[in-house]
């Protein structure tokens, strides 16, 4: 299964060299990492503390300004100090804003690890819950390593939390679970719906992705179903070969699943990805011949198997497994690889699976029948779930029901919370914005949906793309008009927006209505 992942920050000035700020002032570079001592167990806050890893700048901050405060979410966050930069949102708020951008890492994630490894015992602290209360704790108690940064609490400043993919639904599911700590957030390709069997995760990726090669995928994979459920063993031994796959032996359910690596590619994509990544070079290698594309009803099945197969056997393996041998690298029956059995921290695939296995679900498996499939319909739900044995005697049923009653889901209803989504962003249809839903932007909460991928619009897509732009644009303009009505505690704050602010929302920006212009996407030809 694919995790989340926040989007990878296009290239940026040096990163580990003194910051100056906008008053003159020398501060440390963005990659100086601080420690915070968060409570291991919120629950039993006698258990002590750990360290969690913090990253801060001041580089805009004026007094009265807020503090945005930013988790990666399922990551080692060392790598993303770049969000505490006016090329990320997190940087454009508190340049316009006078803010101080803050980098938080994930307990369970990286360093920032309640117990010193990842086992099912560490593992009982490690749920959803208790990061939004790390996230509570962090505002209320930490003292910031800046001027007047042990005043900057929730009740004396505006916190603004943000988010992108699983810590963008974590962004939702805070500010739906502890109203008013967070006075506003902002939401990207935020998952807030959690589902067991979120087979829709390849729907934009069918519909998006070159027709010819959605085509041929499809065909091509109705073919491997239909011989994998059959007896005729030299035609199934001879897919196995033709992909490289020979070695998972019986385990065809191995085989089949490996091939959703061709379509977990397209996460990798961003509005600022050229002809050369990996997914187009996919398609590419299913869909021109002798020079010549495809038409978009795609070659047709004997010659687009033979293509995957070769595309495969011809590179894509040893990118994928590098120096690992085939049945360690997909394999799923041998219990005794380090893959299932690793406890050491930083491990952040484990990390993420016990959530998924306890509490969001979120499965990337075959459409269901009646529905056209890039997913062999071998891979259904209790395949993915063979980690914690120790925790699990059979595939476990994630409390997905628990979690949406309990954070609101699709339901969320909040003010001062930015959802923005992209309309080819696989995990779509876990978001607001998922299909048939016809959730409505509001003042209080509005949605901008914006022809991107995956969290397009965290980052400098913006400067490529006029979509984006315009929701990053109509998130600054929110941010600033709920900012003006904060006042502190005591002081009558917070305070609903009030009916003027409101009416100015109204009349200067409508709701945005995109669509997919991107023609390139149309085409049949060669990427």
Not at 173 to 184: D, E, H, Y
Not at 361 to 384: F, M
Request: hydrophobic share 40%; charged share 15%.
């Amino acid at each position: 299964m694919m995790p989340m992942a926040t989007v990878p920050m296009a290239s940026l000035p040096a990163m580990n060299i003194p910051v100056t700020s906008r008053n003159g002032t020398i501060l440390p570079a963005y990659t100086t990492a601080y420690f915070f001592d968060q409570l291991i167990d919120h629950d039993k806050p006698s258990l002590g503390t750990f360290k969690q890893r913090f990253w801060h700048t001041w580089e805009f901050y004026e007094p009265g300004g807020p503090i945005i405060l930013m988790t990666p979410g399922e990551v080692n966050a060392e790598g993303y100090s770049s969000y505490l930069t006016n090329r990320t949102i997190p940087g454009l708020i508190a340049q316009q804003q006078n803010g101080s951008t803050v980098v938080l890492e994930h307990r369970f994630y990286g360093l920032s690890n309640p117990y010193p490894d990842l086992s099912v015992k560490s593992f009982r602290v490690h749920t959803i819950q208790q990061a939004i209360d790390d996230l509570e704790y962090f505002a209320k108690k930490v003292h910031l390593p800046m001027p007047g940064g042990d005043s900057v609490t929730p009740d004396k400043a505006p916190w603004i939390l943000v988010g992108g993919s699983y810590s963008g639904a974590l962004t939702s599911w805070t500010m739906v679970n502890k109203p008013g700590l967070f006075f506003a957030g902002y939401a990207s390709s935020a998952v807030v719906q959690a589902i067991l069997n979120f087979w829709q995760y390849f729907e934009p990726i069918r519909l998006h992705m070159p027709a010819n090669c959605s085509a041929d995928v499809q065909a091509v994979i109705a073919h491997i179903d239909k011989t994998f459920t059959g007896k005729n063993t030299t035609a199934i031994k001879a897919i196995q070969d033709s992909f490289g796959l020979h070695e998972l032996g019986d385990h065809l359910d191995d085989v089949a699943g490996a091939l959703r690596n061709n379509l977990w590619d397209w996460q990798s994509l961003q509005v600022t990805s050229g002809p050369g990544t990996q997914f187009y070079r996919f398609c590419d290698a299913l869909e021109v011949k002798d020079g010549v594309s495809a038409p978009a009803s795609g070659w047709g099945v004997n010659h687009a198997l033979a293509a995957w197969g070769a595309y495969w056997r011809n590179g894509y393996i040893k990118t994928l497994c590098k120096e690992d041998d085939v049945p360690t690298c997909l394999g799923t029956y041998n219990a005794t690889l380090e893959f299932w059995t690793d406890t050491s921290i930083d491990n952040n695939s484990r990390s993420w699976f016990w959530i998924v296995c306890n509490e969001v679900g979120y499965l990337q498996e075959a459409a269901p029948r009646g529905k056209p499939t890039l997913v062999s319909r071998l891979i259904q739900p209790p395949y993915d779930f063979m980690m914690f044995p120790a925790a699990f005697k059979t595939p476990p049923i994630p409390n997905v029901w628990r979690t949406n009653i309990k954070y609101h889901g699709w339901d969320v209803r909040t003010k001062n919370l930015f959802f923005a989504n992209g309309i080819r962003d696989p995990w779509k249809d876990a978001t607001i914005s998922a299909e048939g839903l016809n959730i409505t932007s509001t003042i209080q909460q509005p949605i901008g949906l914006a022809d991107g991928f995956h969290c397009s619009d965290l980052g400098v897509s913006g400067a490529v793309d006029p979509t984006i732009a315009a929701v990053q644009q109509q998130a600054l303009a929110s941010m600033k008009a709920w900012l003006k009505t904060w006042k502190p505690l005591g002081q009558g704050g917070p305070i609903k927006t009030p009916r003027a602010v409101a009416q100015t929302f109204k009349n200067t920006f409508p709701p945005i209505s995109v669509k997919p212009v991107n023609a390139w996407f149309k085409r049949v030809g060669s990427i």
